[in-house]
């Protein structure tokens, strides 16, 4: 179930963003937790004793692993730049996530993926509360902020506080709704398609969509 904010107080009264995918650190936002983490040393263990009874190669790890890290935002954006020019499409892909991909050839595999749509009255942000669920097929690796605990329990808490120091401002008439992901669903933001882009074609509107806009914590690059 999502968690649902609808804050009457904030700093601001209209949307703005810089574009940027915050990749680096951010001096006033939850960034990366220091040291190996418990799921990076039950990786560690678990990669060798698989390699140890023969179940895997380290090979194929690395393989596996180099196929993980091509991934990349490219084929979220590029779900989304159709959702915006195909209105049949978006419907399909509201109401079923897997299958609309699968139709741009995007196979989400066994995971369940749910897009929530952005409007005037509902701004939607995805965490991960356990761990960092992520839809990977989609958007590549997720980033070092998106698996530290303080986002993971500060997205719930106080969503607005956290899209302020992504330099994301939601008015205060906007509910802010946070969907926590899942070891078997994700989730995927649908924006909403900026102004001054009628026309465009579906390249050209991908290129407006960042990361960090299909996860919610930031707007699409205006034009």
């Given at each position: 179930m999502p968690h649902e904010h609808d804050h009457t107080h904030g700093h601001d009264h209209h949307h703005s963003h810089d574009g940027h995918d915050h990749a680096h650190p951010h001096p006033h936002r939850p960034d990366q937790d220091d040291g190996l983490t418990d799921y990076q040393?039950?990786?560690?263990?678990?990669?060798?004793?698989?390699?140890?009874?023969?179940?895997?190669?380290?090979?194929?790890?690395?393989?596996?692993?180099?196929?993980?890290?091509?991934?990349?935002?490219?084929?979220?954006a590029r779900v989304v730049a159709r959702a915006w020019t195909d209105p049949a499409f978006r419907a399909r892909l509201l109401a079923d996530g897997s299958a609309a991909c699968?139709?741009?050839?995007?196979?989400?595999?066994?995971?369940?993926?749910?897009?929530?749509?952005?409007?005037?009255?509902?701004?939607?942000?995805?965490?991960?509360?356990?761990?960092?669920?992520?839809?990977?097929?989609?958007?590549?690796?997720?980033?070092?902020?998106?698996?530290?605990?303080?986002?993971?329990?500060?997205?719930v808490r106080e969503p607005r506080a956290v899209l302020e120091e992504f330099g994301t401002h939601i008015p205060d008439r906007t509910t802010v709704r946070v969907h926590d992901s899942t070891a078997d669903m994700r989730y995927l933001v649908l924006p909403r398609r900026p102004e001054g882009t009628e026309g465009w074609d579906e390249a050209r509107l991908a290129a407006l969509v960042g990361r960090d806009a299909m996860i919610g914590v930031a707007l699409p690059r205006q034009p």
């Amino acid at each position: 179930m999502p968690h649902e904010h609808d804050h009457t107080h904030g700093h601001d009264h209209h949307h703005s963003h810089d574009g940027h995918d915050h990749a680096h650190p951010h001096p006033h936002r939850p960034d990366q937790d220091d040291g190996l983490t418990d799921y990076q040393a039950m990786e560690i263990a678990l990669r060798e004793l698989l390699i140890e009874k023969g179940v895997l190669s380290a090979e194929e790890i690395r393989r596996a692993v180099e196929a993980m890290d091509a991934r990349s935002p490219t084929d979220g954006a590029r779900v989304v730049a159709r959702a915006w020019t195909d209105p049949a499409f978006r419907a399909r892909l509201l109401a079923d996530g897997s299958a609309a991909c699968a139709e741009l050839g995007i196979d989400m595999g066994p995971t369940k993926l749910v897009v929530v749509e952005n409007t005037a009255e509902v701004h939607n942000m995805v965490v991960c509360t356990l761990c960092s669920c992520y839809p990977r097929f989609l958007l590549g690796l997720p980033p070092d902020w998106y698996k530290s605990r303080a986002y993971r329990s500060r997205a719930v808490r106080e969503p607005r506080a956290v899209l302020e120091e992504f330099g994301t401002h939601i008015p205060d008439r906007t509910t802010v709704r946070v969907h926590d992901s899942t070891a078997d669903m994700r989730y995927l933001v649908l924006p909403r398609r900026p102004e001054g882009t009628e026309g465009w074609d579906e390249a050209r509107l991908a290129a407006l969509v960042g990361r960090d806009a299909m996860i919610g914590v930031a707007l699409p690059r205006q034009p």
